[in-house]
């Protein structure tokens, strides 16, 4: 469940609207700090319920914190990496539907500067 619950935090934190909200982009420090927030904050939540809870041994406790742990930080990161890669693949759909619609259309004008003045290359 907490896995779930990093996982969508992550979602939302990387596709939320900083530009919109700040009017610029988040500097790249903030853009892991905030990511990094993603996840301790939800895992020290379960850390502080744990220990009001759980009534079992320290060693017990303590592989359960770890293993826990790795969960999370395993989850970020996957969650990132396939959000980034889905970044990248609806950049590439775009650039080839610009590329198509500039092939099918063609351009208003040469490429060359000053074209009314110019012959056209052959």
């Known amino acids: 469940?907490?896995?779930l619950l990093v996982a969508l935090l992550q979602l939302t934190l990387h596709w939320f609207p900083w530009r919109l909200w700040l009017t610029r982009d988040l500097p790249r420090l903030a853009e892991y700090m905030v990511g990094v927030l993603g996840f301790a904050v939800p895992y020290s939540l379960l850390i502080w319920y744990w220990s009001n809870s759980l009534d079992v041994s320290s060693e017990l406790a303590f592989l359960y914190c770890l293993a826990a742990l790795w969960a999370v930080v395993v989850t970020s990161g996957l969650v990132v990496f396939a959000a980034s890669g889905l970044d990248w693949?609806?950049?590439r759909i775009r650039l080839a539907s610009e590329?198509?619609?500039l092939l099918e259309h063609g351009q208003e004008r040469p490429y060359w500067p000053?074209?009314?003045?110019?012959?056209r290359p052959d």
């Open 89 to 91: 693949l609806i950049q």
């Open 1 to 3: 469940m907490m896995c």
């Open 99 to 101: 590329l198509q619609e």
């Open 114 to 119: 000053d074209w009314r003045s110019q012959a």
